[in-house]
T-cell receptor
Framework: GAVVSQHPSRVICKSGTSVKIECRSL??????MFWYRQFPKQSLMLMAT?????????EQGVEKDKFLINHASLTLSTLTVTSAHPEDSSFYIC???????????FGDGTRLSIL | GQQVMQIPQYQHVQEGEDFTTYCNSS?????IQWYKQRPGGHPVFFIQ?????EVKKQKRLTFQFGEAKKNSSLHITATQTTDVGTYFC??????????FGAGTRLFVKA
């Protein structure tokens, strides 16, 4: 149980392209989903917290117009990297949890490479 | 702001040696969670500790939550090469956000 599917797993695209990443909880309803960014050999950097039906809460230093988050249902959240540039290249991971007393379950991550 | 400090950052061990990683929070936690991330993979949930002084075991792994609910440890007895990866603690104060430690990367030499 507690499976989170993240798609796509890898994206390679040209600078200026917008990229959409989907995160789905397959067998549970997630009141909260999280989006992280991870640089090589680094820890998880929380970008934003997303609650179903409301606006995402972004961490300090994360541009909300650059990283658009939509949490349309209890099983789906999307992250759109708008007009991506090489510095946006990174490993993006989503996680989902049922409620604040439950652990987070992570997707497989998306490796984004902007040329 | 709330912080979760995790040490050490790296640990190299010989297969068969023990390994411990420690987490300390600047504030009292409602629970603490442990995750493992294999190289190239995503974090996978191990266990959650809720009670003061709680100790839980999973085979060779022992998890402890401090009496003050501000610190925690993960101890691996007799490491194996399959234990390689990064171990993260994550503390929750009861709010929406869970604060992850920086992680401890474990290297096991056969």
């Amino acid at each position: 149980g507690a499976v989170v599917s993240q798609h796509p797993s890898r994206v390679i695209c040209k600078s200026g392209t917008s990229v959409k990443i989907e995160c789905r909880s397959l067998d549970f309803q997630a009141t909260t989903m999280f989006w992280y960014r991870q640089f090589p050999k680094q820890s998880l950097m929380l970008m934003a917290t997303s609650n179903e039906g409301s606006k995402a809460t972004y961490e300090q230093g994360v541009e909300k117009d650059k990283f658009l988050i939509n949490h349309a249902s209890l099983t789906l959240s999307t992250l759109t990297v708008t007009s991506a540039h090489p510095e946006d290249s990174s490993f993006y991971i989503c996680s989902a949890r049922v409620d604040r007393n439950q652990p987070q379950h992570f997707g497989d991550g998306t490796r984004l490479s902007i040329l | 702001g709330q912080q979760v400090m995790q040490i050490p950052q790296y640990q190299h061990v010989q297969e068969g040696e023990d390994f411990t990683t420690y987490c300390n929070s600047s504030t009292t936690l409602s629970n603490i969670q442990w995750y493992k991330q294999r190289p190239g993979g995503h974090p996978v949930f191990f266990i959650q500790l809720v009670k003061s002084g709680e100790v839980k075991k999973q085979k060779r792994l022992t998890f402890q939550f401090g009496e003050a609910k501000k610190n925690s440890s993960l101890h691996i007895t007799a490491t194996q090469t399959t234990d390689v990866g990064t171990y993260f603690c994550a503390g929750n104060t009861g709010g929406f956000k869970t604060i992850f430690g920086a992680g401890t990367r474990l290297f096991v030499k056969a």
